[in-house]
């Protein structure tokens, strides 16, 4: 089983959203309640909308068996703002795999620091890559319901 990472395409619209629903709505909900993860990743998307979120930051898309599992991305001011990975496709280093096509993509873009606002669920991989947390915050509204996270960083510099 080999994971590869390229750039997001629009025609990847569909399966990304159903990679974070998927990563949300199963895998996140052991660490967030029913009423959270339904806040997160509601039943209906505008994929018009969604595909033009994806368009405008660096966005990468991991595929396995050329199916999209999972994508990642990071802005020019270098935020990671988006890390889900198909909960039929966990622990397999797909996150690995799109976070350093990331790393990539930012030394290219002359960053020195990532940031990223990880979910409980996602900061024991952020660790994993080197990131460190700067502030755990309590507050994080989405859609009425509050869903704390912590912010994180990763120094590229060294
Ligand atoms: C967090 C998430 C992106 C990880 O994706 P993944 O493809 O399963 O991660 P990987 O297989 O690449 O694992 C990455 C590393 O993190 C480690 N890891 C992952 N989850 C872990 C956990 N809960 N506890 C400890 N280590 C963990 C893995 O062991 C691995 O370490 P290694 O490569 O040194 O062995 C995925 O589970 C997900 O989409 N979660 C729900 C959505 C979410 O919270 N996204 C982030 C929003 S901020």
Redesign the pocket.
Known sequence: MTVSVRSYRPEDAEPTWESYFH??RD??SKDYSPEQVAAWAPEQVDLEEWDARRAAAHTFVALINDQVV?FGDVTGDGLLDM???HSS????????ALVSAVVAKARSLGLVELH????R??R??FE?FGFEVTRANDENWIRGQNLPNYDMRLRLSS
């Not at 990223?116 to 979910?119: D, G, V």
């Open positions: 990563a949300v895998t996140a999972g890390l889900f990975v496709a966990t622990g397999r280093g797909v996150a690995r990223t606002h990880a979910s669920t996602a024991p991989a994993r």
